[in-house]
């Protein structure tokens, strides 16, 4: 295969290099394309435009394949934990004994929250959203750590920190929410049990860990836990790229995974389902909303940029979805209205022509409701699932010799050059 392309603009013939992925995926590499022709490319969404190289994650849309660092999604979910995974997307290889029990010491070591944090919870307004909440504080965690000595030193206490207080901010959140006393992580519990515990441990009924519940949720977060060029995480490299520290990346992060377009699209599809529940509202005619071109209602939890096909974490968040219902003996109806939409949607031709699927969000959100999450939590969950993704892509970014700072061009419309009007004249 030719190692270039050519293009001939106004007469005039250019080379331009191809990139070529080790899975078989090509690029035009265009980064002499104004300063050989003037020309600037137009793509917006960038649905049609790499901005990195990456050996972080793998995603073919067409086949539903996802795989973190060579390793499929579905054989992480059914053999690895979160905190397994984790260290794998960060630090490129699955992690020996050794490595696993240093990273369970750290991640132990840096559970706890500064206590003069808990000033800044008591003083966000009762209704105030978890994700805003936690954006703000995870920002806010440089001024409680300052930079240490070393580089080097700095980036690993800084990741472990994260991963490990980034779920007791969340509890935190939620336990401050409802006027009750924060619980403190314990050091005998595992990464997803304590989170648990602290969410839910109260005085009056002490949590009982279920281990069907903790695998659970390590599962969930497996599934969440990196997406190669999502929304997000373009969010994390592009806010990174100006040399800021890891908090205020992940903190851009947090609040670009909130929109309802991207992670909040979990808490909306299951309002969207309670919809259709409480007011006895027709599956059909939901659909067909959701088909009217200048109705702004989409299917929640449907369709994807990448994904032409079903995506493989939709897939296998639908079959957790059965398990943990089952273990309590529970029905959802509204999983059977998920499932009566997801029959419905599927033999509609607008929605077979266009290759729109369930997403990730479709069903995660009947997952986390068995798990006792609440509804305005659920992005969180996302949140915490998706950092380690968002550290192993920030960090990637920060090693790469070519790393510069991210500033797209633009083609301008507006007024052509005109006077000033003093405004007696105007
Ligand atoms: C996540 O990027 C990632 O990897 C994200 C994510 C991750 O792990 O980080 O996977 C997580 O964000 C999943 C997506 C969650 N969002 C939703 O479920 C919201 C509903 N979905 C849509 O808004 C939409 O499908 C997006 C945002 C997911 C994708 O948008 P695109 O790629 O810009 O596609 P588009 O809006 O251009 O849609 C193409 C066509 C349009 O119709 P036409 O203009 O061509 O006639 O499909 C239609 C859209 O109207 N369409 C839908 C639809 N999604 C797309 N119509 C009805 N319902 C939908 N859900």
Redesign the pocket.
């Known amino acids: 295969m030719s190692e270039h392309v050519k293009m001939i603009i106004e007469g005039k013939e250019y080379e331009f290099p191809v990139i070529c992925g080790t899975e078989g995926e090509k690029a035009i590499d265009i980064t002499s394309l104004r300063q050989k022709t003037g020309f600037i490319t137009m793509d917006p ?1 960038f ?1 049609n435009t790499g901005s990195c190289i990456s050996s972080i994650t793998f ?1 073919n849309g067409e086949d539903g394949i996802l795989r973190y660092r060579g390793i499929p999604v579905e054989q992480l979910a059914a053999h690895s934990t979160f905190k397994e995974t984790a260290f794998l997307l960060i630090n490129g290889e699955l992690p020996s004994r050794k490595d696993l029990n240093r990273f369970s010491v750290l991640l132990n070591d840096h559970s706890l929250v500064h206590e003069d944090m808990q000033i800044f919870y008591q003083n966000f307004p009762r209704a105030s959203h978890p994700m805003g909440i936690l954006s703000s504080m995870v920002n806010a965690l440089r001024s409680f750590y300052p930079a240490l000595q070393t580089a080097e030193e700095e980036i690993n206490i800084m990741v472990t920190r994260l991963l490990s207080k980034i779920r007791t901010m969340a509890a935190m959140s939620y336990k401050i929410s409802l006027g009750h006393k924060v619980v403190y992580p314990r050091p005998d519990l595992s990464y997803c049990a304590n989170f648990l515990n602290m969410m839910f441990d109260t005085p009056v009924r002490p949590y009982e860990i279920d281990e069907d519940l903790v695998k659970a949720l390590s599962l969930f977060w497996i599934l ?1 836990a990196d ?2 060029q ?4 373009s969010a994390v490299r592009v806010v990174g790229s100006g040399r800021v520290n890891l908090y205020a990346s992940i903190s851009a992060g947090i609040a670009a ?1 909130w929109g ?4 909040g ?1 979990n808490q ?2 299951i309002e969207m389902l309670e919809q259709i529940h409480s007011n006895g509202e027709s599956i059909k005619k939901i659909v067909e909303m ?2 009217e ?1 200048e109705n702004p ?11 032409k096909t079903y ?1 493989p ?1 939709a897939k296998i968040m639908k079959g957790m979805c059965h398990k943990v219902l089952k273990k309590f003996k529970a029905e959802d109806p509204l999983l059977d209205i998920a499932m009566e939409l997801e029959e419905i949607a599927l033999s509609d031709d ?2 077979v022509e ?1 290759n ?1 699927y369930p ?4 069903y995660s959100g009947i997952v986390l409701r068995a798990i006792g999450i609440p509804t305005n939590m659920f992005t969180v969950m ?1 949140a915490i699932g ?1 950092l380690p993704g968002w550290i192993s892509q920030w960090r990637e970014s920060v090693n790469d010799p070519e790393w510069r700072i991210a500033r797209p061009r633009q083609i301008y419309v507006g007024p052509v050059k005109r006077d000033y009007v003093p405004i007696d004249e105007r």
């Not at 999502?230 to 995480?233: E, I, M, P």
């Not at 309802?260 to 992670?263: A, E, K, Q, S, T």
Request: with cysteine; charged share 25%.
């Open positions: 969404g649905a995603m969440h997406h190669e999502n929304c997000s995480t995974l309802p377009l991207h992670g699209a909306k599809v959701a088909k071109k209602f989409r299917l929640m939890g449907f369709g994807h940029r990448v994904y995506d974490r607008y929605f266009k729109l997403n990730i969000d479709f996302f998706r």
